[in-house]
């Protein structure tokens, strides 16, 4: 069966440290990748996507993620954390041939000033 | 463009009574979905539609649980009698599905919080 494992529930950061949130996934093909950001009392925005080409995404805010099949990964990463990233963060997997997505269970980041 | 609209944001109501929310998904999109999102269960998919038709119920926790779309700028999710379990934040989300079989981005509502007493 298809399912999304985001292996970290909280992490916690310095403002300015580097982040990486990871995001594992289990489908026979390469699915559709997403990553999307849930601030407090919001509803879910999307960070970036990957469909195909390069494995390497940028997304908004100064995020990106690296799709590695290899390693059914799709890591987020931000080089420089700001105290505004604080918020809830999914990955999301998108099987070819429908429209559903299967949400992780989330990651929540805290940020130290 | 407006975003993916949901009413009310804010519902409080005792057990046993009906209560019914509404989603306007974004103009042009083609697929809407509902998602209750709990601390215990986090983000499910409750059910969604394609060109208005019923695809996919199978997330829909019971029969106490119906979602219409009458057409493509409107969606309801209804409970009829809620229960406190049922206390939880309903996304509603909308996205165009495109032919072929490509998924394309989910754009999400504010979502409407719930609190059955």
């Known amino acids: 069966a298809q399912s999304v494992t985001q292996p970290d529930i909280h992490i916690t950061v310095s403002e300015g440290a580097s982040l990486e949130l990871r995001c594992n996934y289990s489908?026979?093909?390469?699915?559709?990748l997403f990553w999307y950001v849930q601030s407090p009392g919001q509803g879910l925005q999307l960070l970036l996507k990957?469909?195909?080409?390069?494995?390497l995404v940028q997304g908004i805010k100064g995020f990106e993620a690296e799709f590695k099949r290899s390693q059914s990964s799709f890591n987020l990463r931000k080089p420089s954390v700001h105290w505004s990233d604080a918020a809830e963060y999914f990955c999301?997997?998108?099987?070819?041939?429908?429209?559903?997505?299967?949400f992780g269970t989330g990651t929540r980041l805290q940020v130290f000033p | 463009d407006a975003g993916v609209i949901q009413s009310p944001r804010h519902e409080v109501t005792e057990m046993g009574q009906e209560v019914t929310l509404r989603c306007k998904p974004i103009?042009?999109?083609?697929?809407l979905f509902w998602y209750r999102q709990t601390m215990m269960r986090g983000l499910e998919l409750l059910i969604y539609?394609?060109?208005?038709?019923?695809?996919?119920d199978s997330g829909m926790p019971e029969d106490r649980f119906s979602a219409k779309m009458p057409n493509a700028s409107f969606s309801t999710l209804k409970i009829q009698p809620s229960e406190p379990r049922d206390s939880a934040v309903y996304f509603c989300?909308?996205?165009?599905?495109?032919?072929?079989?490509?998924?394309?981005?989910?754009?999400f509502g504010p979502g409407t919080r719930l609190t059955v007493l």
């Open positions: 989300a909308s996205s165009l599905y495109l032919a072929g079989g490509s998924t394309d981005t989910q754009y």
């Open positions: 489908y026979g093909a390469t699915p559709y």
């Open positions: 990957y469909f195909s080409g390069d494995t």
């Open positions: 999301a997997v998108g099987p070819r041939g429908t429209d559903k997505l299967i």
């Open positions: 103009s042009g999109h083609n697929s």
């Open positions: 539609f394609n060109n208005n038709v019923p695809i996919d």
